[in-house]
Nanobody, 117 residues
């Protein structure tokens, strides 16, 4: 069982930055991949960024060049640095742990990000 707690959301003006954190209850070095998703009102949840156990990262095209995912194994925490934020980035952001064996996904409760002037 993996418990995840997100933090760092809030209200920011367009062009601003936020850093989200996802704290895990287990060693994230043992988790195959850590993901950030987001869900805007009335829309489906979408994948934003991924970082694998080996450190490989991947991003949705809409955030590439603006968002950076990183992991701190010593603190069992994954971060999402979000720069040049736009109103369309407004959503609830969720952290997910992807585990291969046994196959399971674990989700955090989400943190609200609102980009507005």
């Amino acid at each position: 069982q993996v418990q995840l707690v997100e933090s760092g959301g809030g209200l920011v003006q367009p062009g601003g930055s936020l850093r989200l954190s996802c704290a895990a209850s287990v060693a994230i070095s043992s988790i195959d991949a850590m993901n950030w998703y987001r869900q805007a009102p009335g829309k489906q949840r979408e994948l934003v960024a991924v970082i694998t156990k080996g450190g490989t990262t991947n991003y949705a095209n809409i955030v590439k060049g603006r968002f950076t995912i990183s992991r701190d194994n010593a603190k069992n925490t994954v971060h999402l640095q979000m720069n040049s934020l736009k109103p369309e980035d407004t959503a609830v952001y969720y952290c997910k742990a992807f585990v291969l064996r046994p196959r399971n996904d674990y989700w955090g409760q989400g943190t609200q990000v609102t980009v507005s002037s």
